[in-house]
């Protein structure tokens, strides 16, 4: 082979050579361009924080829901997050209005978007203590945004079961719920607790007063279970804000709802006719006149074993007290005589709940309510007037204590009130000021 031949071979297989290089080297371009496209299409996708409010009109279906739609990125765990807006479309009627009212929507969401009033917010689970009392059948974990006032209110009945009678918690409870529906009313109670102001408050209050009717009283209670929640916030949870229910204006119907004493005559009709017809409702008005023992929680929730035969007392365990703490109570004679001779208690299980099912004794205690509505059932038959009370029983016996001169100190003893001003309080507004001077030797006119 000529040297020309060879030359020749040599420089085709470099020419070869070098195209396979072209080749490589267009295709590492291609791959390093794509590589980059991608990596740009990514960081584009992860610095879209918010898909702007638009319109799903279902295909112009008018039976079909629509909605406004906005996704906003929760940059914890780097995803976005939808949000739908049915409120107020089913209510019109054409696409003509739907499309206006959307406009309107998707105009006011992208204003308070882009001014930062809607941003992205953190839900987090919680245990909601609302649920009726057992609850058992109800979910309890719930949904809310992170440091809403719901999740607070929750947190303090939690922190509230610890200090107070179950009967107390349960007023707690019932109370609150009505807060967290009037703030579920004005589109508050996802909000943070600081946005809860005097203002709120008051208007809280007005609307109970003026459609319920609630006395003064009633609406005193809502103050002091609110401004007790609100003082937990500021002192627990270490939240700057001033109290909001400081400065509330008096509200609410003046009204004196305590169950008064029942007249002598009044009482003997109701003797005749519940001591036979209904003896286990009859022991429990003994127990109460005589004792002045509660007839909620503490009456009917006791055992034969807090009976004290010997010394004759009662013991109210502070789990059972309205005020947690245990107390003793003396038996007078007559009630001591009823419960050793006639209903021979002391011959039961002392485990037993004395007020059980089926008239007597027993392992199961009555429904919190039964009582009451077997008495209101024959106060109704006897036509009576609904403010005698099942609870009038107690305040009975304090004014015929009173009337046979028991002092301050014994009746303050007697109802377990803290201290004697609550006594003295207590005897003004039920049995008023007594004086036998005034009564028995009064002077003569002529």
């Not at 702007?52 to 906005?70: Q, R, S």
């Not at 780097?78 to 105009?107: C, N, P, S, W």
């Not at 909620?296 to 034969?304: A, S, Y």
């Not at 028991?406 to 803290?418: G, I, K, M, P």
Request: contains cysteine.
């Amino acid at each position: 082979m000529q040297k020309t031949e060879i030359q020749v071979i040599k420089k085709t297989k470099l020419s070869e050579k070098s195209e396979i290089d072209k080749k490589r080297q267009i295709r590492a371009l291609f791959f390093v361009i794509s590589v980059a496209a991608k990596n740009k299409k990514d960081m584009a996708r992860r610095k879209k924080d918010v898909v702007w409010p638009h319109l799903n009109d279902a295909g112009g279906d008018l039976n079909k829901l629509w909605y406004v739609e906005y996704s906003l990125r929760n940059f914890r765990i780097d995803k976005m997050q939808r949000f739908r807006h049915y409120e107020g479309f089913k209510e019109l009627k054409t696409a003509e209005e739907r499309v206006l009212y959307a406009q309107k929507l998707i105009k006011d969401y992208t204003g308070k978007i882009k001014s930062g009033k809607i941003k992205f917010e953190e839900t987090v689970e919680y245990e909601d203590m609302l649920v009726y009392g057992g609850g058992s059948s109800f979910l309890k974990t719930k949904k809310a945004v992170k440091e809403s006032i719901v999740i607070h209110v929750s947190e303090f009945i939690q922190w509230k079961k610890t200090e107070i009678a179950q009967k107390t918690l349960e007023t707690y409870r019932s109370k609150l719920r009505l807060f967290v529906d009037f703030l579920e009313s004005k589109k508050l109670a996802d909000k943070p607790v600081t946005q809860i102001t005097n203002q709120v408050i008051v208007e809280f209050l007005k609307i109970n007063s003026e459609q319920k009717h609630l006395s003064r009283k009633t609406i005193e209670k809502y103050q002091q279970i609110l401004y007790s929640f609100f003082s937990w916030i500021i002192n627990n949870q270490k939240i700057q804000l001033v109290n909001p229910v400081m400065n509330i204006p008096r509200i609410g119907v003046i009204k004196d709802e305590s169950p008064a004493a029942i007249p002598r005559d009044i009482r003997a009709k109701l003797y005749e006719n519940i001591k036979n017809k209904d003896p286990q409702l009859w022991m429990a008005v003994c127990f109460i006149y005589y004792s002045a023992i509660r007839p909620g929680t503490e009456l009917r929730l006791m055992k034969i074993k807090n009976i004290n035969f010997d010394l004759k007392t009662i013991v109210i365990n502070n789990y059972l007290a309205k005020n947690r703490r245990t107390e003793i109570v003396d038996i007078p004679d007559q009630l001591f005589h009823l419960i050793s001779e006639v209903w021979k208690l002391q011959t039961y299980d002392s485990d037993m709940y004395i007020f059980g099912k089926n008239g007597q004794p027993d392992t199961m205690p009555l429904g919190k309510n039964a009582m009451r509505l077997r008495f209101n059932k024959f106060r109704d038959e006897l036509k009576l007037s609904a403010d005698i009370k099942y609870y009038s029983w107690k305040h009975s016996g304090a004014q015929e204590l009173a009337e046979v001169g028991a002092s301050t100190y014994e009746l303050q003893r007697h109802l377990r009130h803290r201290d004697l001003t609550t006594t003295e309080s207590y005897l003004r507004k039920r049995i008023g000021q007594r004086s036998s001077m005034i009564k028995h030797s009064f002077p003569s006119i002529d």
